[in-house]
C-alpha cells in the first residue's frame, strides 16, 4: 500500500500517510481518512533514509524561515515556497509575568509571523509546496478567517489559482485581508462546520487541492516548526509546560510531535513538557469533554468573539485531550469579556496586539496561574498565534477614545488635566 520511494529527495524522511488509529499506511497523496476505520492520516518518517545527519549546525546554517527544519516536514523538493515564514521572537515576559506573579514566562509571537500575521502562514507554506510537487494548479480552504488570508497570499506568491470559503460573518479585517491578494472568495451563509462540509463536496467534485482538507495531513505538520523554533530559541531545550489555543487541536498535537522529534533525534534533551489548552466557552467542546472526562468530543454550535477558534466538531479534538492528560496538563475556556481583557492584559504589559485567539490564551493562563495549576518556577511558554490588527471590532468600545484638541497649549494643557483625573475606560471623545 505505501508508495515507493525511489524518486524520493535523499534530503527528504517522507515515507508514508498513516492511520492514527489503526495504522494502515497509505501513498503521499492528497488523501486524509483511513478507508478502513475512517481515522485521520497523518505523514510519516524514516529519518535513516536521510544522506546527510540533522544536527543542531545544520538547522542553524539553514535559512531564517520554517524551512531551516525541512527534513522534518512533509516535502521532497529542494525549492520549497518560502516567503520568510516562522522565526518568530520567543520574548522572555517580564510585565506580565510580574504581573502573573511567574517568574519564567516566555511569549512565542506569531503575531508577527509572514506573511500575513498568523501561524497559518507555516501550515500553508508546506501544504502549498506539497500541492505543487501533487500537481494541484488550484487550491482552496474552509477558513474562520486567518487561514484563508494565507492561503491567498502563498498562492499568488506560487502563481497557483485560488478559490477560498469563509463564514459570511468574519471580522471584516479578515476578510479584506484575503481579498487584496486577488482570489476568489466564498462567503457562505453558515458557521465554520458547514463551510467544511461544503469544501469536501467541492474537493471531492473539482479536485483542487484543500489545504485543510485532501492536503491535510500535509498542511497539520506544519505546526510542529512551532515546537521546533522554542526548542531552538530556548538554547536547545524543551519548556516546562507550554499554554496553546485550541481549535480543531492540531496545532497542539503538532507541537507535541515536533518536541518528540528532536528528543528522538538526538537534538534536545528529554524531559517532561506539560500541556495546557485554551477555548472560549461559547465554543469549547474540547474543554467540555476534558471536563467531564470523556473520550469523545460533543459538537457544539459556535457562539463567541473568538471567531479564529470557533470549530464546533474539532477533528483532534480527542487526540489534544490525550496529551492534555498524559503530560499532566489541563484544558480551559474562558468568557467572551474574560478573552477582551486578556487582550488588553497582553498589549498593556508586553506591547503585543492580539486577536481573539490569543486574548483567549492569555486569559486561560491567567486563570491557571490563580487557580495554582502553574508553578512560578515552570519555563512557561505561551503561544500567540495572530495580530489583533484582524480583530479589532472586539475591543472596540473597552479601550478608551483619544481626546481631540485644538492646535493651541492651553488646549493640550486641559486634555492632559483631564487624562490624569480619569480612569482610561472611562475616556471620551471631547473637544477642550
Not at 492528497?30 to 505523514?43: D, I, K, M, S
Not at 497649549?409 to 492632559?416: H, K
Amino acid at each position: 500500500m505505501t508508495q515507493t520511494l525511489t524518486n524520493q529527495s535523499r534530503s527528504s524522511a517522507l515515507k508514508a500517510l498513516k492511520c492514527k488509529e489503526c495504522g494502515a499506511e497509505y501513498e503521499l497523496q492528497a488523501t486524509h481518512v483511513c478507508e478502513f476505520c475512517f481515522g485521520p492520516l497523518e505523514a510519516s518518517y524514516d529519518f535513516s533514509r536521510l544522506s546527510q545527519p540533522i544536527t543542531r549546525e545544520s538547522i542553524e546554517a539553514g535559512p531564517n524561515s520554517i524551512w531551516r527544519y525541512r527534513s522534518f516536514l512533509p516535502v521532497e523538493t529542494d525549492t520549497p515556497i518560502d516567503v520568510g515564514t516562522g522565526m518568530t521572537p520567543l520574548l522572555k515576559s517580564h510585565r506580565l509575568a510580574r504581573q502573573l506573579g511567574l517568574k519564567n514566562l516566555y511569549i512565542k509571537n506569531d503575531a508577527v509571523n509572514m506573511p500575513t500575521l498568523s501561524f497559518k502562514d507555516r501550515v500553508v507554506s508546506v501544504a502549498l509546496t506539497r500541492a505543487q510537487e501533487l500537481g494541484f494548479s488550484t487550491v482552496s480552504c474552509a477558513s474562520t478567517g486567518n487561514l484563508a488570508n494565507s492561503t491567498a497570499a502563498i498562492a499568488t506568491r506560487a502563481g497557483l489559482d485560488c478559490c477560498v470559503f469563509i463564514p459570511a460573518d468574519l471580522e471584516a479585517g479578515k476578510v479584506m485581508g484575503t481579498l487584496i491578494y486577488g482570489p476568489t472568495v466564498m462567503a457562505v451563509q453558515g458557521n465554520y462546520d458547514q463551510v467544511n462540509r461544503l469544501c469536501s463536496e467541492v474537493a471531492n467534485t473539482h479536485g483542487w487541492g484543500f489545504v485543510n482538507i485532501n492536503l491535510r495531513p500535509y498542511y497539520s505538520e506544519g505546526s510542529k516548526t512551532l515546537g521546533y523554533e522554542v526548542a531552538e530559541q530556548l538554547g536547545w531545550e524543551l519548556p516546562d509546560h507550554i499554554v496553546a489555543p485550541l481549535a480543531s487541536g492540531s496545532l497542539f498535537t503538532k507541537i507535541y510531535k515536533g518536541f518528540r522529534e528532536f528528543v528522538d533525534n538526538g537534538l534536545v534533551d528529554d524531559k517532561a513538557v506539560r500541556f495546557s489548552g485554551a477555548q472560549a466557552e461559547g465554543c469549547s467542546p474540547i474543554a467540555q469533554a476534558y471536563k467531564e472526562d470523556r473520550d469523545f468530543i460533543n459538537p457544539v454550535k459556535p457562539n463567541t468573539i473568538a471567531k479564529s477558534i470557533a470549530i464546533g466538531n474539532p477533528a483532534d479534538g480527542v487526540y489534544a485531550i490525550d496529551i492534555a492528560k498524559k503530560t499532566n496538563g489541563t484544558i480551559e475556556s474562558v468568557t467572551d469579556a474574560e478573552i477582551v481583557e486578556g487582550m488588553k492584559l497582553l498589549a498593556e504589559t508586553e506591547g503585543i496586539f492580539t486577536e481573539t485567539a490569543g486574548g483567549t490564551t492569555i486569559a486561560v493562563l491567567k486563570k491557571l496561574v490563580e487557580a495554582g495549576k502553574i508553578d512560578p518556577e515552570e519555563k512557561t511558554v505561551v503561544y500567540i498565534t495572530g495580530n489583533g490588527l484582524k480583530t479589532q471590532e472586539a475591543v472596540q468600545g473597552c479601550i478608551g477614545q483619544p481626546f481631540e484638541i485644538e492646535p493651541k497649549l492651553g488646549s493640550f494643557e486641559r486634555a492632559l488635566e483631564r487624562s490624569r483625573t480619569l480612569d482610561r475606560l472611562d475616556w471620551q471623545p471631547v473637544l477642550v
